[in-house]
């Protein structure tokens, strides 16, 4: 099993389309073997997703984020562990001892808010530009 958690300074990083590392978890027999912090390069939205199927991620535990990064995790057979707060360490561990408080009907809250998009949207982005929702290893339409 590999995990993945939005990372920023110990943290489960709260804005999935936004998040610049993962901190990715090997586990094996029920335990964490290795972990290590990736860089993401500024990708955000749909790209992430593809990151994580490269990166061979099966589980992801993030904050907030949007119905379309949701279809394209889905759509890469990645299982979502969405709206969790805290440490991530901790957060893996809840997960693995089957105690992770998260919310199965997580929604992004900061779409519309600080939008790098400017004057649309995250509806009219998320279609515009795919925000999250290309097949996994399609190419990424840009900002």
């Known amino acids: 099993m590999r995990i993945a958690v939005t990372y920023e300074n110990g943290e489960i990083f ?12 090997d586990v094996e027999g029920g335990r964490v073997s290795v972990t290590a912090v990736v860089n993401t390069n500024g990708s955000g939205h749909g790209a992430l997703a593809d990151i994580l199927k490269k990166l061979q991620v099966d589980t992801l535990i993030c904050g907030g984020i949007g119905a379309g990064a949701q279809r394209a995790l889905q759509g890469c057979g990645i299982r979502l562990y969405g709206g969790a707060t805290g440490n991530a360490d901790d957060a893996v561990a809840a997960l693995l001892n089957g105690t992770l408080a998260y919310n199965p009907a997580v929604q992004c809250s900061h779409h519309g808010e600080h939008h790098e998009c400017g004057e649309h949207g995250c509806k009219e982005h ?7 929702s290309h097949a996994c290893g399609g190419h990424d339409s840009g900002k």
Do not use: I, L, N, W
Request: glycine content about 10%; hydrophobic content about 25%.
């Open 126 to 132: 998320e279609e515009a530009h795919a925000c999250g």
């Open 14 to 25: 709260q804005h999935f389309g936004h998040t610049e590392r993962f901190k990715v978890y």
